[in-house]
């Protein structure tokens, strides 16, 4: 079983940096999991941001030189440093996990995350 809790979120403004946290509460090995970030507005679907596994990063094409994702293995936390935030970037933002995974699998869909936290809201006014 694993809990996730976020953290980090914020109102800011167009061009802030924000970084958001997600504490991992597991019974396995710190390095059995994968562990990222979706985001979603009213009406939409969730969407992937970024996703650390293992040591591989993947990131949506659109936060990509903005956005880093990393993790403190010590403090089983995972962290979502946003730079150069623009009003889209306005969301519910969610931390995800599931067991570390292959290239088959498509990271980018919800569907693919057995764990999901509460979710923290970030809103970046222009």
Known sequence: QVQLAESGGALVQAGDSLRLSCQVSKRRNAYDYAVGWFRQTPGKEREFV????????????????????SGDNAKNTVYLQMNSLKPEDTAVYYCVATPLFSASVDYRRASSYAYWGQGTQVTVSS
């Open 50 to 69: 970024a996703v650390l596994n293992w040591n591989d990063r993947y990131y949506r094409d659109s936060v990509k030189g903005r956005f880093t994702i």
